[in-house]
């Protein structure tokens, strides 16, 4: 029973988690960007869904693609205002930028956070769901919205897949991610990438965020933690693989709903971390990473 | 030495510390109690300087560090042990701490080291909230010593802790042993070719970051009497060491001392502004950052060969 109980809601979580990595580790493999304004970007989604029902009081449906297209603008401006200027600044050393690449971001990071604590306050905040209710799945009581989130992330993986895998702009950002340089021997605009893969990003970040607002529900205090997640499933997969991510959301994901069910709650992150510091040691590069 | 009194680095760092010097005469206490504590995260921001700016490996987690000096040092006190046996104790924990941190995360470059060093910090906060019945949790841990109860004697403490450190973390960065850093954070294989042990000149200057950062952790938490997670170990406060050194401009370490006073004056200046105060903080640090990538000291000193 309590085995059923974890398979099925760590499933969702981890779902999630997976979701949330995947467009994280897509940029570090395409430009070797850490973006560390990622959780903020999240939790941006999730104020910007909350906020289209309760102040602009609109359906579920349109609230969630609110905040989807607020966290595109977001991540738009992320890249423009703050990872490109940077990147491309001649008074900062090519060995430096990616230093200088993670303080910025976290900057921005904290700026949104604070502007969304200023006007929505950093209270709690839950998505109105899209779909309500409670089913029974191998007799365990399960939230629809569970599996609505769990639906949801693994057509969106799916779809990115076959984006990436099927189309051509999709093969030029995938090649791009293997290696950037022969990409633009072959006469690919590498600039065009970039801003194709950002704002792949948006939506999935986007769609992440809003999920989570209605899954668990966010506040400006989720940003750090969740930055940090994404950040270990990312390192734990290896950096710039998508697939290495997804099956390191489930490690993940999976680890924390054992211990916080068998052990307690409070432990619930550690055995995560500690998998990550021997990961680290012996395999610095991931379980699936390449570099 | 003649070098020395020419360098416009010198002379600011010369008339900045008169300065402070004479300030208890002037101003109230409760700034020279904001600058006691910007004093300590001075040292915080110039010990991770030289690992980042010389040694060229960028550690995210100064506030494993800290913590460390500074939770050893006040659990110690807690069982009666005297203040300056305990703060000695704190900067060895950090120290051993830092060896046992950086042996395995030297061997990796890179972004991994830096990932590692972030997860020590995660690991670290989630132990102290676990191990509730040592640390005080989340709550914070008290300590039943303070330092001394004289706002003046506090200040000229950390004041005189943060000149003599930021002398030896300088003179160190200009010596050979510097140089030798410097070429191995630009290019190691090279470094390593010319016959230098890259790895051990590289945890020589983690424990010697570990030292400083651990001494002022445990001094810190003396002056404020309890350490919590959220004032020396959260990523919040390791941030605020990192980008106070970016500030005031890497690879200069008086720079990190200046951008530290500078972040916590300008966090009071804008108190007014009440909760917009860290977004104006974070977007003036994000404004240097894009334009002025050299930082506070880079702007003084700047058409010296020596930035």
């Known amino acids: ?291 | 030495m003649r070098n020395l009194f020419r360098s416009r680095v010198f002379w600011i760092a010369l008339i900045g510390s008169i300065v402070a010097l004479l300030l208890p005469l002037k101003v109230s206490g409760y700034i020279l109690g904001l600058l006691t504590v910007a004093y300590y995260f001075g040292v915080f921001s110039m010990a991770w300087d030289l690992l980042f700016g010389f040694a060229g490996e960028v550690n995210f987690g100064p506030t494993f560090l800290i913590g460390l000096g500074a939770y050893a040092a006040g659990i110690l006190n807690g069982y009666g042990v005297p203040v300056y046996p305990c703060i000695a104790a704190g900067a060895v924990m950090a120290v051993i701490g830092g060896v046992v941190l950086a042996l395995p995360a030297l061997r990796v470059r890179g972004p991994y080291f830096g990932l590692t060093t972030l997860v020590a910090v995660l690991i670290m906060m989630n132990l102290i909230v676990v191990f509730a019945g040592f640390t005080g949790g989340e709550i914070g841990l008290t300590v039943p010593d303070v330092l001394s109860v004289n706002a003046d004697t506090n200040y000229y403490i950390a004041l005189i802790f943060m000149i003599v450190s930021g002398v030896i973390l300088y003179a160190l960065s200009r010596s050979p042993v510097g140089l030798i850093l410097q070429a191995s954070g630009q290019d190691p294989v090279e470094a390593g070719a010319l016959g230098f042990n890259v790895t051990k000149h590289k945890l020589t200057a983690f424990i010697i970051s570990a030292f400083f950062s651990g001494l002022a952790g445990a001094l810190l938490v003396f002056y404020m009497g309890t350490a919590s997670v959220g004032t020396l170990v959260s990523i919040a406060v390791g941030v605020q060491v990192i980008i106070a050194a970016v500030l005031g401009g890497r690879r200069t370490i008086i720079g990190a001392a200046l951008g530290s006073i500078f972040l916590i004056g300008a966090g009071e200046a804008l108190r007014p502004f009440g909760e917009l105060s860290t977004l104006i903080v974070s977007a003036i640090a994000l404004l240097v950052i894009l334009f002025v990538p050299s930082g506070l000291l880079g702007i003084l000193t700047r058409g010296e060969e020596h930035a």
């Open chain 1, 1 to 291: 029973m309590l085995a059923l109980q974890i398979l099925v809601d760590g499933f969702a979580i981890s779902a999630l988690y997976a979701l949330g990595a995947t467009g994280f580790t897509l940029i570090f493999g395409v430009s070797g960007v850490l973006n560390l304004s990622h959780g903020s970007l999240m939790v941006l989604a999730a104020v910007a869904a909350w906020a289209a029902t309760n102040e602009l009081h609109v359906g579920a449906y349109l609230a969630a693609l609110f905040g989807i297209g607020v966290t595109l603008i977001g991540a738009f401006a992320t890249y423009f205002v703050v990872v490109r200027p940077l990147q491309t600044s001649r008074a900062i050393p090519k060995e430096e930028t990616e230093i200088f690449v993670l303080t910025g971001t976290l900057l921005w990071g904290t700026m949104i956070t604070e502007l969304i604590a200023y006007f929505f306050t950093d209270n709690a905040k839950t998505v109105l769901p899209i779909v309500e209710g409670v089913v029974n799945v191998f007799g365990v009581r399960t939230p629809q919205n569970e599996i609505f989130t769990a639906i949801v992330c693994w057509v969106v993986i799916g779809l990115l897949w076959l984006i990436v895998n099927k189309t051509r702009s999709g093969k030029a950002v995938l090649a791009a991610s293997m290696n950037p340089r022969g990409v633009t021997l072959l006469g690919f605009e590498l600039s065009r990438i970039y801003v194709a893969i950002w704002a792949i990003y948006g939506v999935l970040a986007g769609i992440a965020g809003v999920l989570l607002g209605m899954f668990l529900g966010v506040s400006s205090y989720s940003a750090g933690p969740l930055t940090g997640s994404a950040f270990s499933i990312v390192v734990l997969g290896g950096l710039g693989s998508v697939s290495g991510s997804l099956v390191a959301a489930y490690v993940v994901g999976y680890l924390e709903t054992v211990t916080a069910y068998m052990i307690s709650p409070a432990y619930r992150f550690i055995p995560a971390l500690l998998l990550l510091v021997v990961v680290m040691y012996i395999r610095p590069q991931g379980l699936f990473g390449r570099r």
